[in-house]
């Protein structure tokens, strides 16, 4: 059983930066592929950025440039650096991973862009 723990998130003024973490249990987190995904209210969760157990990342078009995923295998702990937010980056944010026999998620984080 696969669990996972986010968190960092907050309100922040637009152009601020926030850092998520997600903290993963058991000890093959080196071993899956991970993700971001993020949900604003009355949208579907949409993907943000993967990341692979050789730390190969894809983003998605709106925070390429913007945002950074990254992971300590050491800690069971991935992360997402957020820098110059904007007012849609507003949602909740989950961690993700995806196995043959299902998907875990965390309980989310809500990340709120606002002057």
């Known amino acids: 059983q696969v669990q996972f723990q986010e968190s960092g998130g907050g ?6 930066s926030l850092r998520l973490s997600c903290a993963a249990s058991g000890s ?9 995904y993020r949900q604003a209210p009355g ?3 949409d993907v943000v950025a993967t990341i692979t157990t ?9 925070v390429k ?7 300590d295998n050491t800690k069971n702990t ?5 820098n110059s937010l904007k007012p ?6 989950y961690c993700n991973a995806q196995f043959a026999w299902g998907a875990y998620w965390g309980q989310g ?4 862009v606002s002057s």
């Not at 309100?11 to 601020?16: D, E, H, K, N, W």
């Not at 050789?54 to 709106?62: E, K």
């Not at 440039?65 to 992971?71: A, D, E, L, M, V």
């Open 11 to 16: 309100l922040v003024q637009p152009g601020g």
């Open 28 to 36: 093959a987190f080196r071993l899956y592929d991970m993700a971001w």
């Open 109 to 112: 984080t809500q990340v709120t």
């Open 65 to 71: 440039g913007r945002f950074t995923i990254s992971r």
């Open 88 to 93: 849609e980056d507003t949602a909740v944010y």
């Open 78 to 82: 991935m992360y997402l650096q957020m």
């Open 43 to 45: 949208k579907q969760r």
């Open 54 to 62: 050789g730390s190969n990342t894809n983003y998605a078009d709106s």
